[in-house]
C-alpha cells in the first residue's frame, strides 16, 4: 500500500501530545459523569438513585431520625447489619437500633458510640458489639464510605479533610465507580437488577437481590463458597500483613470500653461464626491464632468492665445450620436469631 497511517505521518511529539490530549479528555469525561451519576452516593448531587447509598451515611440519618432514641445498640460490620432489633427488644426490653456498618474498624466503632451517647445524648444502656481481628487489622483502611462523612471522620486520627479530598478525586476515574454508574442508569431506565440493601426504620438491613434468588431458588451458596473462601483469608483478612494486632487501635478499643463503663453500658461482645469451610481453611493455613488472640484480647477488656463475652467462631458453638448462609461469613436469620438468644441468655426474662 502506497498510503501511511497517521502515526506515521505524525513526529514523535506530535503523536505523544495528542495521545496526552486524548487520555486527559477520556479521564475528565469519565470523572464528570461519574460525579453527575454519583452512584455510590458520595457526593451529594447524584441525578438518579444511587446505584449504592453510602450506608454510613444512611445510617447515621436512620439513628438520628429513630425516635424515642434507642436504649440498645448493634455495632459491626455487615455480617451483623441484618441483626433484628425487635428480637433484641423482645429479649431484653430495651428499645435497640441496628447501628452496623460495612468494613467496621475500631475507628468508626468508636465513632459510633461517640456519636450516640456524647452527641446525642441516646439513654444506651447496652452494646450488642461483633469483634473480630480486622478490628485490630494492623495496616487495613478505614472505608472510604465512612471518610466521606464528616460526622464519622472528624473522629479518626488522620487529616480527614485532606483524605476526603483525595479519594474523592482518585474513585472519580475508578473501574468500581464507572461500572456502578453504567448500572445506575440501567436501573433508573427499569432494566438493572434490585438493589443489594435498603434499611428498616430501626437500621436493620434487607437485601433484596438475595431474598429474591432465595424464593426463586437462583441462590447458589455452593458457588458463593467456592469463589469467595480461597481469596477471603488475603483480600479480606489481609493474613500477609497481619503480623499481630494494632497497638492503635487496641488503644481505641480501650476508650470504647472506657467510654462504656463510664456510663454504665454494658457490652455484649462476641466473634461471630463464619462457614465451617472458611473456617477450616484457616486451620490450614494456621492463621487460627489471628482469632485466639483476638477472643483472649477482648475476652480480658470485657469481663473486665463487667461485660459479657462469646466466642462464636466455630458455627457449632450455636448449633447454626451451614446451609444457612449466604456466603463465607453472612448468616441467614435463622443463625442470627440462635445467636442472639444464645448471647442474651441471660437477659432474657
Keep these: 500500500m502506497n498510503g501511511t497511517s497517521t502515526a506515521e505521518t505524525l513526529s514523535k511529539p506530535q503523536f505523544t501530545a495528542i495521545l496526552a490530549i486524548v487520555c486527559v479528555v477520556t479521564i475528565v469525561l469519565v470523572a464528570t459523569f461519574n460525579y453527575v451519576v454519583d452512584p455510590f452516593d458520595l457526593y451529594g448531587i447524584s441525578v438518579v438513585e444511587p446505584y449504592q447509598f453510602n450506608r454510613y451515611e444512611r445510617k447515621l440519618e436512620f439513628f438520628r431520625a429513630f425516635q424515642p432514641p434507642p436504649e440498645a445498640l448493634i455495632i459491626g ?3 451483623v447489619e441484618s441483626f433484628d432489633p425487635d428480637l433484641v427488644e ?9 447501628w452496623a456498618q460495612p468494613s467496621a474498624r475500631l475507628e468508626t466503632v468508636l465513632a ?3 456519636i450516640a451517647v456524647e452527641e446525642s445524648n441516646a439513654p444506651i444502656e447496652m452494646i450488642i458489639i461483633s469483634t473480630d481481628p480486622m478490628l485490630f487489622h494492623p495496616s ?6 465512612a471518610r466521606m462523612v464528616p460526622a464519622c471522620s472528624k473522629y479518626f486520627a488522620n487529616d480527614p479533610a485532606l483524605l476526603n479530598l483525595k479519594e474523592r478525586v482518585v474513585r472519580l476515574i475508578t473501574v468500581e465507580q464507572t461500572e456502578s454508574s453504567i448500572m445506575a442508569l440501567r436501573r433508573e431506565f427499569g432494566v438493572g ?7 428498616r426504620e430501626d437500621g436493620m438491613a434487607i437485601y433484596p437481590r438475595r431474598e429474591d434468588a432465595l424464593e426463586t431458588g437462583t441462590y447458589d451458596l455452593e458457588a458463593a463458597l467456592e469463589a469467595r473462601v480461597p481469596v477471603y483469608p488475603y483480600e479480606i483478612l489481609g493474613i500477609e500483613k497481619f503480623t499481630s494486632l494494632s497497638e492503635t487501635r487496641k488503644e481505641l478499643w480501650s476508650e ?8 454504665g453500658i454494658k457490652i455484649y461482645a462476641f466473634m461471630p461464626p463464619m462457614h465451617p ?11 487460627a491464632w489471628i482469632y485466639e488472640e483476638t477472643a483472649q484480647y477482648i475476652e480480658t477488656t470485657v469481663t473486665e468492665a463487667g461485660g459479657v463475652f462469646r466466642n462464636y467462631t466455630d458455627l457449632e458453638s450455636i448449633h447454626g445450620d451451614p446451609e444457612l448462609f449466604w456466603d463465607e461469613v453472612h448468616m441467614h436469620p435463622e443463625n442470627t436469631e440462635l445467636l442472639l438468644r444464645n448471647l442474651l441468655a441471660s437477659e432474657s426474662p
Design 277 to 287: 469451610r472458611l473456617w477450616t481453611f484457616l486451620n490450614e493455613l494456621d492463621s
Design 140 to 145: 487495613d483502611w478505614i472505608s472510604p464510605q
Design 90 to 98: 423482645e429479649l431484653t426490653g430495651l428499645r435497640c437500633f441496628n
Design 193 to 199: 437488577d434490585l438493589p443489594l440493601v435498603r434499611y
Design 256 to 263: 470504647f470500653v472506657e467510654i462504656c463503663i463510664e456510663r
Design 77 to 79: 460490620d455487615s455480617r
Design 112 to 114: 459510633t458510640l461517640k
